[in-house]
């Protein structure tokens, strides 16, 4: 089979869900099946396999006219031979997953870390469609990225490239989970500006997101709302964080001078028409300046469909 009718799956493994898609060359998604994970469930390759089959299922096609399988795992991935690292939470059963998924489909099978990917979609389809060097910033429980140069996923000689997260940006700051202190993810993550309002609060500050939090995890969507309604301390924490994710973007800038970062995950998706007109004017404002001022600061397009449709491209479809 050749150009669009041509096949390629695509899967996003995360804690809660396990999404595949079925999609052609030029990445239109011709099937999806999304399953829940069941961490007490069967092995994690089973479940991975039932989603696959599942999708291929609803479109009627055989696993001998799809392409390529990539599979998008949210820990680390080697990505020479696909062994899994640590995946913090996902119970697997078996770090080679990719041998196992290899025995299962007779086609090419490659599995690579869910965030890189996503970077990698918003490169071929999304708001990196026409940017050469492209690093993506997404922020949730965590802060993950990844580098495309020239179309291709840069994972690096130890695959640790992408992992912005764990830049340090304060000597001796906070603890991060990785071990080290003062990481980006420490400072500017959800879970970091959940804790700094958390402060604020017992520290008997007002708020109006203390009503109904207690205990809760606090999700993006209140942090926005908190925004509206003008809420003083969050909107002081939200400043800092905006304030600490334009300094991830200039250390960004000094490393790899990329044309674009794409910038995502819960918090920008909900709260980015605030955060990212402060990132934008501090990284602006700069007093270190290239010969042009040309870096792009761009919200990712593809939503919840961005990791599967970059595991379709880790096998195979162009993305010129
Ligand atoms: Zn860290």
Known sequence: ????????????????????????????????????????????VEQISRAIDAALESDSVSVDQVSG?????????????GYLGSVPNLKVDDHRLVDRLRERYPVPVEVGNDVNLGTLAECWLGAGRD??????????????????????????????????????????????????????????????????IRDGIAAGRESTIARGAEGERMKSR????????????????MTRASHYLALGVLTIRHVLDPDMVIMGGGVIEACGEFMLPLIEAEVRASCMRGSRDTLR?????????????GAAALVGPTMS
């Open 131 to 196: 940017a050469q060097t492209v690093v993506g910033m997404f922020v949730g429980t965590g802060i993950g990225g990844g580098v495309v140069i020239d179309g291709r996923l840069r994972t690096g000689a130890e695959d640790l490239a992408g992992e912005i997260g764990h830049m340090v940006l304060t000597a001796d700051g906070p603890q991060c989970g990785c071990g080290n202190r003062g990481c980006f993810e420490a400072l500017a993550s959800r879970t970091a500006i959940e804790a700094a």
């Open 1 to 44: 089979m050749a150009g669009d009718e041509q096949r390629f799956v695509g899967v996003d493994v995360g804690g809660t869900k396990i999404l595949a898609l079925v999609v052609s060359a030029s990445g239109e998604v011709i099937a999806r099946k999304k399953r829940t994970t069941d961490n007490d469930g069967p092995p994690m």
């Open 69 to 81: 399988i990539g599979v998008a795992m949210p820990g680390a991935v080697d990505s020479t031979t």
């Open 222 to 237: 209140a942090l926005s709302d908190a925004l509206a309604a003008g809420d003083e301390l969050v909107t002081e924490v």
């Open 297 to 309: 600061i761009t919200q990712s397009e593809l939503g919840d469909y961005a990791v599967a449709l």
